[in-house]
T-cell receptor
Framework: NAGVTQTPKFRILKIGQSMTLQCAQD?????MYWYRQDPGMGLKLIYY???????DKGEVPNGYNVSRSTTEDFPLRLELAAPSQTSVYFC????????????FGSGTRLTVV | DAKTTQPNSMESNEEEPVHLPCNHSTISGTDYIHWYRQLPSQGPEYVIH???SNVNNRMASLAIAEDRKSSTLILHRATLRDAAVYYC?????????????FGKGTHLIIQP
């Protein structure tokens, strides 16, 4: 099993550009999450989903959008990129919440210039 | 969810046991204690979690104080690969679907 796969691993965006960070899991997990991590800080939750067609905002959703059309995929869309969105983005999945453990992807390092 | 307090950093020697403390004096009766670690340039990985009783798995042991106001993650024999940031997180059993809250954690340094 591949677990949680994130693409791309690195990306440089210009201010105002848009992009989609891809996240896919092959563990048939219901719950999926997007976090961002700024240098030296903990992780902050952007969006989460408890199943296909259901998404909800986390702590820092502004400037981002998500969709969950299948159980496997949970893409994160950045519209009008800003320097404040420079960060490392992690996708995670869980069978059914924290007590089942989270599996994280290896991250996407995004720089907005 | 209740707040946790961890030391910013700790240092230990290779092949020795490591005890990583976590204080959570405002823990509620239904808060689970979760531990994750993050190796350099990687996403966090699950280590262990528990409610009241001590827990063991292949990675580590979790010792929970009788009053549950503190807990300790024990790595029985540290290797260089255990150098990472360790996060102690509380999560209510019925806390809903939103994700775990990761603080700054403890940066564990392993000396050869």
């Amino acid at each position: 099993n591949a677990g949680v796969t994130q693409t791309p691993k690195f990306r440089i965006l210009k201010i105002g550009q848009s992009m989609t960070l891809q996240c896919a899991q092959d563990m048939n997990h219901n719950y999926m999450y997007w976090y961002r991590q700024d240098p030296g800080m903990g992780l902050k939750l952007i969006y989460y989903s408890v199943g296909a067609g259901i998404t909800d905002k986390g702590e820092v959703p502004n400037g981002y959008n998500v969709s969950r059309s299948t159980t496997e995929d949970f893409p994160l869309r950045l519209e009008l990129a800003a320097p404040s969105q420079t960060s490392v983005y992690f996708c995670a999945s869980s069978y059914q919440g924290p007590n089942y453990g989270y599996t994280f992807g290896s991250g996407t390092r995004l720089t907005v210039v | 969810d209740a707040k946790t307090t961890q030391p910013n950093s700790m240092e230990s020697n290779e092949e020795e046991p490591v005890h990583l403390p976590c204080n959570h004096s405002t823990i509620s009766g239904t808060d689970y204690i979760h531990w994750y670690r993050q190796l350099p340039s990687q996403g966090p990985e699950y280590v262990i979690h528990g409610l009241t009783s001590n827990v063991n798995n292949r990675m580590a042991s979790l010792a929970i104080a009788e009053d549950r106001k503190s807990s300790t993650l024990i790595l029985h024999r540290a290797t260089l690969r255990d150098a990472a940031v360790y996060y102690c997180i509380l999560r209510d059993e019925g806390g809903g679907a939103d994700g775990l809250t990761f603080g700054k954690g403890t940066h564990l340094i392993i000396q050869p």
